[in-house]
């Protein structure tokens, strides 16, 4: 049994345009940094590594993730909105000649076409939980579950300006 040799990957190996295209476009199709490593054939430390040392491989990687990011970006406002859809329905429909007879290929059988029977605009209503991740992680300090309060350790009752109207009347 033969081992295969198996050549060492560098980093120069991927930062020629090819290769550059190849990590932004593995990026663009939602490849995790550890996926991409092993499609280079690199441990994931590697990668990590080489997007400190060599700029180019990072934008690569930015610049693919930033597309999908940018449709899931839309795809959660587009659910948190809600939107419209149209639903076409078609029909298997036997064409027929002058004569109304149905018409038949070399072999014998009916020629058939799809027709569009019928086209419904349908809504798909807004989202709340789209919504409220939307909130969450757009405007956290008024959405967020856990809000901060900071006591000073006093309680005002109210007592202390009471009393002090009440000395004031006194007197």
Known sequence: MTKKKRRNVTYKDWVTEEGLIKIEGWARDGLINEDISK????????????????PE????????KDVIDRQVENALLKRALGYDYKEVTQERIIKKDIKGDPMTDLHGFPIAEMVTTKVVTKQVTPDTTAQ???????????????????HSGQIDTGLNKLNSILEQLKE
């Open 57 to 64: 491989i990072a934008e690569a990687l930015k610049r693919g």
């Open 132 to 150: 409220i991740f939307w909130l969450k992680n757009r405007k956290p300090e008024q959405w967020r579950d856990k809000q901060q309060v900071e």
């Open 39 to 54: 499609e280079i054939g690199i441990h994931p430390s590697t990668l990590y590594d080489w997007q400190n040392k060599y």
